[in-house]
């Protein structure tokens, strides 16, 4: 299992952490969070989301889980990945050259949490997913390639970085839950602090 699946554990050091948190928190002025829903029952995912890059995934009752070019409340293109982040990308994503596409913003606080899943929502799995977390430390579950399949759980912490290539693309995984109050990183900078994880993806084939 998971010959694909790296962890780096303090990628970002803190004033990196830091910087990169006061950032979102600029970029989520302009693409303010928002609630997606479960494809036909509609009910409200636990996790606050929004996106940078040319497309942003969404979902919602009616059209199910979807990549889209603007914010579903504003209207408005979604704002640029931050530079910080495309170079995370270059730096992880191997030999895997093409820019990411999307990066979506998760937040998580109280009692949010993200079911196991698959992401499949996009048309060129030969790429990596980069992931980043800021802020409270979460607890993830990595499984294998069928929802029975056995699964490993890790401590995401702040400026740890998380890649999945290969084998591992199409892993369940998800988070069972957020320590509340294990880091400060966010006071001051997001009212109610949280987990921020920052997942970069290739969306289209290139
Ligand atoms: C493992 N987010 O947004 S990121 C998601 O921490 C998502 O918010 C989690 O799963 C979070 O879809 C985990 C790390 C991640 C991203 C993609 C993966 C782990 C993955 C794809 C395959 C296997
Ligand atoms: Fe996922």
């Avoid at 803190?14 to 302009?30: D, G, K, S, T, V």
């Avoid at 993200?114 to 977390?133: C, I, K, N, Y």
């Avoid at 509340?180 to 993806?201: C, V, W």
Wanted: net charge positive; with cysteine.
């Amino acid at each position: 299992m998971s010959s694909g699946f790296r962890l780096f554990p303090g990628y970002l050091d803190p004033a990196a952490q830091q910087a990169l948190a006061a950032e979102i928190a600029a970029l989520l002025r302009e693409a303010p969070l928002y609630q997606a829903r479960m494809p036909k029952t509609g009910k409200p995912l636990s996790v606050l989301m929004s996106n940078a890059g040319p497309l942003g995934w969404y979902s919602d009752a009616q059209g199910g889980y979807r990549y889209v070019t603007s914010h579903p409340e504003t209207g408005r293109p979604w704002p640029a990945i931050p530079a910080s982040l495309r170079q995370a990308w270059g730096d992880l994503a191997g030999d895997y050259r093409a820019e990411p596409e999307c990066c979506l913003i998760n937040l998580y606080r109280g009692q949010a949490r993200m079911g196991l899943h698959q992401d499949r929502d996009e048309a060129d799995f030969t790429a990596p997913v980069v992931s980043l977390s800021l802020g409270d430390t979460g607890l993830f579950r990595l499984g294998g390639a069928t929802r029975q399949a056995a699964t490993r759980s890790f401590r995401l912490a702040s400026g740890d970085a998380m890649v999945l290539a290969g084998a591992d693309r199409l892993a369940f995984h998800g988070i069972d839950r957020i320590q509340p109050g294990s880091s400060r990183l966010l006071d001051g900078i997001f009212e109610g602090g949280g987990r921020l994880n920052l997942t970069l993806r290739r969306v289209t084939k290139p």
